[in-house]
């Protein structure tokens, strides 16, 4: 069954704690991104990934990081430096063109 | 600052109408054009795209582009209850490689 998974699909962050948000996918897109949705904002780039072991900063990269060590994984590490993390955190894979498709998402909240 | 903008509404149809949702963005050479529909407490789901200028119909959806005007469009014809949602425009305005910029979308609603 091919798709994106994204887990937990709700995560509660303490003070001061990192936290990691898993997103894998089996449909052999080679682009991976991570965004973050507030409500009644846009989606922002946090971070993508064009190929394995590479990766950029997207528009709001500051108390994130990732890492890209498979081509089926880009998993978003959440650190104590970013100072408001209460937000949906979104998924997408890209092909060749430049439409991408998005996992179900993970619901983190501070407590 | 390259932008996306669409009215966030409510955009409030009556069953069986037509639906507009309008989205203008500010870099003239922009090559792409998505929109996404994203039901609440869901992530979005890619229900057309559009390279060229003119229309692309699929299914009740018509996605429109005119590039000299910088704006895109989206027609939901027959409005049904379950096409309420909030509605994404996306554009690929050549910031980098697949880089796209994201509306804050519109919300429709379809009253029965």
């Known amino acids: 069954d091919g798709g994106i998974t994204q887990s937990p699909k709700y995560l509660f962050r303490k003070e001061g704690q990192n936290v990691t948000l898993s997103c894998e996918q089996n449909?052999?897109?080679?682009?991976m991104y991570w965004y973050r949705q507030d409500p009644g904002q846009g989606l922002r780039l946090i971070y993508y990934?064009?190929?394995?072991?590479?990766?950029q900063k997207g528009d709001i990269a500051e108390g994130y990081s990732v890492s890209r060590e498979k081509k089926e994984s880009f998993p978003l590490t959440v650190t104590s430096a970013q100072k408001n993390p209460t937000a949906f955190y979104l998924c997408?894979?890209?092909?060749?063109?430049?439409?991408?498709?998005f996992g179900p998402g993970t619901r983190l909240t501070v407590l | 600052q390259k932008e996306v903008e669409q009215n966030s509404g409510p955009l409030s149809v009556p069953e069986g109408a037509i639906a507009s949702l309008n989205c203008t963005y500010s870099?003239?050479?922009?090559?792409?054009f998505f929109w996404y529909r994203q039901y609440s407490g869901k992530s979005p789901e890619l229900i057309m795209f559009?390279?060229?200028?003119g229309d692309k119909e699929d299914g009740r959806f018509t996605a429109q582009l005119n590039k000299a005007s910088q704006y895109v469009s989206l027609l939901i014809r027959d409005s049904q209850p379950s096409d309420s949602a909030t509605y994404l425009c996306?554009?690929?305005?050549?910031?980098?490689?697949?880089?796209?910029?994201f509306g804050t979308g519109t919300k429709l609603q379809v009253i029965p």
């Open positions: 990934s064009q190929i394995v072991n590479d990766f």
């Open positions: 997408a894979v890209g092909g060749l063109t430049d439409t991408q498709y």
């Open positions: 559009i390279y060229s200028n």
């Open positions: 870099d003239r050479g922009s090559q792409s």
């Open positions: 996306a554009v690929n305005m050549g910031g980098g490689y697949q880089k796209v910029t």
């Open positions: 449909l052999n897109h080679d682009a």
